[in-house]
């Protein structure tokens, strides 16, 4: 059965505080893994990871992928109250193009 | 960019009555849509694949007679929720993916049943 996995699944930090969300998984099939943010409504788009080893970033946040040992992380620092939010770590797949979710971490910033 | 479009955004019914809750790429055409349902404090869990022109494909566990999902064109797709019950209250998201590849959700319709 196709599973992701993200941990922890909830996490306090302090503004300015950097912090590390982790997504494994084992799926058949694999296309890609996506990063998502999730505040009140619907899921929006952080980062596509298909190769391993090639970070990518956007501001304060980066994602890696290893697809060898089938992880990733999410990297965000000098958190803000404003990253307060779910972090949802989804695979796609190969075939169908659908995606599995993981459970999410809910990421809560302290000012 | 690619919007995805969701109404309503909310809804309130009574046990028993359908609902129906609509789904459109506003500016692309989406061959597959997809739907998802979540639950407070939990994750997306992908319901069913929406393929325009043919029947939909349902995950594991849901009931196709109960979740109603038409793609009858290249930018509608629609969930129906028949004989709804409270068990049904929850937040649904459809997505679909634009032209270059990107999946993009739409607002979500969060269905509260009396």
């Known amino acids: 059965e196709d599973k992701v996995v993200q941990s922890p699944l909830s996490l306090v930090v302090h503004e300015g505080d950097t912090v590390t969300l982790n997504c494994s998984y084992e799926v058949t099939n694999f296309r890609s893994l996506l990063w998502y943010k999730q505040e009140k409504k619907a899921p929006t788009f952080l980062f596509m990871l298909?190769?391993?080893?090639i970070e990518k970033k956007s501001g304060r946040l980066s994602s890696i992928l290893d697809k060898k040992e089938l992880f990733s992380i999410l990297n965000i620092t000098a958190t803000q109250t404003g990253d307060s939010a779910i972090y949802l770590c989804a695979v796609e797949m190969e075939y169908g193009n659908k995606l599995v979710f993981g459970a999410g971490t809910i990421l809560r910033v302290k000012s | 960019g690619a919007v995805v479009s969701q109404h309503p955004s909310r809804v309130i019914c009574k046990s028993g009555t359908s609902v129906k809750i609509e789904c459109r790429s506003l500016?692309?055409?989406?061959?597959?849509m997809f739907w998802y349902r979540q639950f407070p404090k939990q994750s997306l869990m992908l319901m069913a694949t929406?393929?325009?022109?043919?029947?939909?494909?349902?995950e594991q566990g849901v009931e196709k007679d109960k979740f109603l999902i038409n793609h009858a064109s290249l930018t509608l797709s629609t969930l129906t929720v028949t004989s709804a019950h409270p068990e049904d209250s929850s937040f649904y998201i459809c997505s679909a993916r634009g032209l270059t590849g990107e999946l993009f959700f739409g607002e979500g319709s969060r269905l509260t049943v009396l």
């Open positions: 500016d692309f055409q989406a061959t597959t």
């Open positions: 929406s393929n325009e022109g043919s029947k939909a494909t349902y």
């Open positions: 298909t190769s391993s080893g």
